[in-house]
């Protein structure tokens, strides 16, 4: 299991415990992962190509669900997470799905020739990854007011995730 996978595992867990319930039912933060070949499928004809990484973050799961809830699911969803009390989150961030990103990278390149793929959003910014028609292994982050490889947020998805797990576990950071 790489690093990566057992990071996703502790946001899962965390998902989990406090997934939000309405009317007795929980409300799904995180939509289902892709295959590697719904991936494939997407990415084949594109001047870009994904890091293993991206491709291990979307089987996890293919980002939030926050498009396909109603306007007052999302409301209750904020509410919840400001709601309570043991949890207390600062920040909401929502995980961009693969269509989405892909459709902003396809119309964002940089002066270097390099397509601005973003991950997650939240208010008016994103954390992002810069692609070229190699695939990596890794994937350095790159904040979306300066995406250039000149400003490395972090060295790789696996080292963003890390440290947004350590933020949901210390109650700082809500997803969806």
Same mark, same amino acid.
């Given at each position: 299991?790489?690093?990566?996978?057992?990071?996703?595992?502790?946001?899962?867990?965390?998902?989990?415990? &406090?997934?939000?319930?309405?009317?007795?039912?929980?409300?799904?933060?995180?939509?289902?992962?892709?295959?590697?070949?719904?991936?494939?499928?997407?990415?084949?004809?594109?001047?870009?190509?994904?890091?293993?990484?991206?491709?291990?973050? &979307?089987?996890?799961?293919?980002?939030?669900?926050?498009?396909?809830?109603?306007?007052?699911?999302?409301?209750?969803?904020?509410?919840?997470?400001?709601?309570?009390?043991?949890?207390?989150?600062?920040?909401?961030?929502?995980?961009?799905?693969?269509?989405?990103?892909?459709?902003?990278?396809?119309?964002?390149?940089?002066?270097?020739?390099?397509?601005?793929?973003?991950?997650?959003?939240?208010?008016?910014?994103?954390?992002?990854?810069?692609?070229?028609?190699?695939?990596?292994?890794?994937?350095?982050?790159?904040?979306?007011?300066?995406?250039?490889?000149?400003?490395?947020?972090?060295?790789?998805?696996?080292?963003?995730?890390? &440290?947004?797990?350590?933020?949901?576990?210390?109650? &700082?950071?809500?997803?969806?």
């Amino acid at each position: 299991m790489s690093e990566l996978t057992e990071i996703l595992q502790r946001i899962s867990t965390w998902v989990q415990q &406090y997934q939000p319930e309405k009317d007795g039912k929980k409300i799904p933060l995180l939509a289902p992962g892709l295959t590697h070949e719904e991936i494939e499928s997407k990415v084949k004809d594109l001047p870009f190509r994904l890091s293993v990484e991206l491709y291990e973050l &979307y089987q996890w799961h293919n980002g939030g669900y926050s498009c396909f809830l109603t306007a007052e699911e999302q409301e209750f969803v904020k509410k919840s997470s400001e709601q309570i009390k043991a949890f207390s989150a600062r920040e909401i961030v929502h995980f961009i799905s693969l269509d989405e990103a892909l459709s902003y990278a396809i119309s964002r390149e940089t002066k270097a020739g390099k397509h601005i793929f973003p991950i997650f959003a939240w208010q008016n910014n994103s954390e992002c990854t810069l692609l070229d028609s190699e695939q990596r292994k890794t994937s350095p982050i790159v904040d979306s007011s300066t995406p250039s490889e000149k400003f490395i947020s972090f060295p790789s998805i696996t080292n963003m995730m890390l &440290y947004y797990t350590r933020l949901l576990e210390s109650k &700082y950071l809500w997803i969806y």
